[in-house]
């Protein structure tokens, strides 16, 4: 179990690794999209998680519990704030925000979680380690009147120096013994050179800039890029997108006259997410890149993974063999393109 965080975040990441390479993990996490994580999290969701996780879902997509329920919450959610995870995912960034951390560890279902600093219990007295005893609580067996202390004569006996010989004072004529061994004399003359620490400095200075000259480069110029995208995120208003029936289109924010639910723009759904209404275009070499939805009976085919984008709590499903030739076969053909005849003119 992880003691700090940062073994935390190591974990989850190599977990992550792990289980890919493994073949373990869903369609949408193998690819790491904004949009694809964030109908992962609505998978997850319906899954039954415990309320420890809903509770971070919910701190980290409507924390302020603005959404009637917390699938609303996730469903509006703007994919691009969803890139800070991504990036941890992809290792472009080595300092995610706490919530990303944990959020990644419910969608890879890293046990135990979530994480918990934990102390170190206080140390007790073991037998090994008896507690220090106190002089004054054990005083030695020995009688101070049999054995007296020793007397300062003892410790120090009188000189025997005589009249003749008094004893050394500190002086100029009597230096201590131990000055010049100790303290040599400076040898610095008025033409001797001054110190030469700051010059050191400034030569470490100039060795640690040229040997990471590219590294802190790369740095300044990463620094300067990210603050270039927070001004336009802060400047250029975001744009949201909605259902027509068959794609995605791009529309203001504040469009009320929809028909459909107005959600964040998804430029990778924008361009590659549409509605098959020509069946009789497919065929068996396509079976990889369609995915389908039975809701009421009724069978649709789409052109890329996720969710339905009228029922977003109902997940797209990869098409099989049997499902194309009883749904997409020649044999409702005329079925389908009768079914899907009024949308052809739209």
């Given at each position: 179990m992880p003691t700090t965080f940062a073994q935390f975040k190591e974990e989850v990441l190599a977990l992550y690794e792990a289980k890919k390479i493994r073949h373990e993990l869903?369609?949408?996490?193998?690819?790491?999209s904004p949009a694809n994580l964030r109908d992962y999290c609505l998978v997850r969701l319906s899954e039954g998680l415990p309320q420890t996780d809903i509770d971070i879902l919910q701190k980290f997509f409507d924390p302020q519990k603005k959404e009637k329920s917390l699938e609303d919450a996730i469903s509006k959610y703007n994919t691009g704030s969803l890139k800070a995870l991504q990036k941890f995912i992809l290792s472009i960034t080595q300092n995610p925000g706490n919530r990303v951390v944990k959020l990644l560890a419910i969608l890879v279902d890293y046990k135990p979680r979530p994480f918990q600093i934990s102390y170190n219990p206080p140390q007790t007295d073991r037998p090994d380690n008896p507690p220090p005893t106190d002089e004054k609580d054990n005083p030695p067996s020995t009688d101070e009147k049999d054995n007296?202390?020793?007397?300062?004569?003892k410790d120090n006996p009188p000189s025997t120096d005589g009249p003749d010989d008094p004893p050394p004072t500190d002086g100029p004529d009597n230096p201590p013994p131990t000055d010049e061994k100790d303290n040599p004399p400076s040898t610095d003359g008025p033409?001797?050179?001054?110190?030469?620490?700051?010059?050191?400095?400034?030569?470490?200075?100039?060795?640690?800039?040229?040997?990471?000259?590219?590294?802190?480069?790369?740095?300044?110029?990463?620094s300067l890029i990210v603050v270039i995208f927070i001004i336009i995120g802060i400047i250029t208003p975001s744009d949201c997108m909605c259902w027509n029936g068959e794609?995605?289109?791009?529309?203001?924010?504040?469009?009320?006259?929809?028909?459909?639910?107005?959600?964040?723009?998804d430029k990778e759904k924008l361009e590659h997410f549409r509605k098959i209404t020509r069946l009789d275009t497919l065929g068996l070499k396509d079976l990889g890149n369609i995915w389908y939805s039975k809701i009421d009976n009724e069978i649709e085919f789409f052109t890329a993974p996720g969710f339905h984008p009228?029922?977003?709590r109902r997940s797209l499903k990869a098409t099989t063999k049997?499902?194309?030739e009883?749904?997409?076969?020649?044999?409702?053909?005329?079925?389908?393109?009768?079914?899907?005849?009024?949308m052809q003119k739209q």
């Open positions: 869903d369609d949408l996490m193998v690819n790491p007296p202390p020793p007397t300062d004569e033409d001797d050179p001054p110190p030469t620490d700051e010059k050191d400095k400034v030569s470490q200075l100039r060795y640690f800039y040229k040997k990471n000259k590219i590294a802190i480069r790369f740095s300044a110029a990463t794609r995605y289109i791009q529309i203001d924010c504040q469009n009320k006259t929809q028909r459909y639910q107005v959600i964040g723009l009228v029922q977003p049997y499902i194309f009883t749904y997409a076969g020649k044999k409702i053909e005329n079925n389908q393109n009768k079914q899907y005849g009024i």
